[in-house]
């Protein structure tokens, strides 16, 4: 009987229906997409004006499991702190983490309530980038522009230090945490290399191959790499022995991708296309 049941579980995995891909349109300047994972929809930060500006334009919208908009403006200035020109996201508990240039804000996911204002201008702050956390809920962050990765911990009253700083991480963007090792991967915009990054913040080559402005990166539930180049309109993907192939090209500035994990999308946010796309991954 037992037999019986775990191989009729086992037909129903292999006959599971594959997610279907979309598009969201008419959104404002968006620069990264993720999933909430708990529950299953989507947020998308729209910078909507210049990206080192303090305008009070940025938005989050908010989407469905099947991509349909719930809210487009779900978290704007008239929930709280004015957002500017929102980048990097990430969810640790029931708050969504966003990058506004010098500060993180952490927003709770159910209401669009501001809860916390993290301020990083003493750290020399002026382009806060991509935002990933870890398994154990400590979140990462870069500044492009100032050359450093910051480190948060949320279980430590939210202190903040910095893990790297200098010229030689060459315009840090997308970071990502790697499932296997738990580890953190940053990809950079001057040289278009891809990182490992030590718990002391040293720095290793993932891969030997140099690209152009990679922007986004992510990695799918078998440990596969993806990462994208804005100006070239590339996205690729890394195999586990370092194998690079062009999963896409010719797409619009593809930003800050993700990866739902769970539906086996890949989901990237056209900067200057202004939608948000997904890709199926098989």
């Known amino acids: 009987m037992n037999r019986l049941r775990a191989g009729l579980m086992l037909m129903a995995v292999l006959h599971a229906p594959m997610a279907t891909a979309f598009e969201v349109k008419e959104l404002a300047t968006p620069e990264s997409?993720?999933?909430?994972?708990?529950?299953?929809?989507?947020?998308?930060?729209?910078?909507?004006?210049?990206?080192?500006?303090?305008?009070?334009?940025?938005?989050?919208?908010?989407?469905?499991?099947?991509?349909?908009?719930?809210?487009?403006?779900?978290?704007?200035?008239?929930?709280?702190?004015?957002?500017?020109?929102?980048?990097?996201?990430?969810i640790v508990g029931d708050y969504l983490f966003v990058t506004d240039i010098d500060a993180v804000k952490g927003y709770d996911k159910a209401t669009g309530a501001l809860r916390f204002n993290l301020d990083l201008t003493r750290y020399g702050a002026v382009f806060l980038n991509d935002l990933v956390r870890d398994a154990q809920g400590n979140l990462y962050v870069t500044?492009?522009?100032?050359?450093?990765?910051?480190?948060?911990?949320?279980?430590?009253?939210?202190?903040?230090?910095?893990?790297?700083?200098?010229?030689?991480?060459?315009?840090?963007?997308?970071?990502?945490?790697?499932?296997?090792?738990?580890?953190?991967?940053?990809?950079?915009?001057?040289?278009?290399?891809?990182?490992?990054?030590?718990?002391?913040?040293?720095?290793?080559?993932?891969?030997r191959q140099q690209f152009r402005n990679l922007d986004g990166v992510d990695f799918d539930a078998a440990g596969a790499l993806y990462f994208s180049s804005l100006t070239t309109g590339t996205i690729y993907k890394a195999a586990a022995d370092g194998t690079v192939t062009a999963l896409r090209e010719g797409l619009t500035t593809p930003a800050d991708i993700g990866v739902d994990r769970e539906r086996k999308l890949l989901l990237v946010p056209s900067f200057d296309g202004n939608f948000v796309m997904t890709i199926p991954l098989e």
């Open 143 to 207: 500044d492009m522009m100032s050359n450093f990765i910051a480190k948060i911990e949320p279980a430590r009253a939210y202190e903040i230090s910095i893990l790297a700083k200098g010229d030689h991480l060459g315009q840090p963007n997308g970071l990502a945490i790697d499932p296997n090792t738990n580890g953190l991967v940053m990809v950079n915009w001057v040289e278009g290399r891809v990182y490992d990054v030590s718990a002391t913040g040293a720095l290793t080559p993932r891969l």
């Open 33 to 90: 997409m993720i999933v909430d994972r708990r529950a299953g929809g989507y947020f998308v930060s729209n910078i909507n004006g210049a990206p080192t500006e303090k305008d009070g334009n940025g938005f989050i919208t908010k989407l469905d499991g099947d991509g349909r908009v719930v809210a487009r403006k779900f978290i704007d200035g008239a929930k709280g702190a004015p957002l500017h020109a929102p980048k990097g996201m990430a």
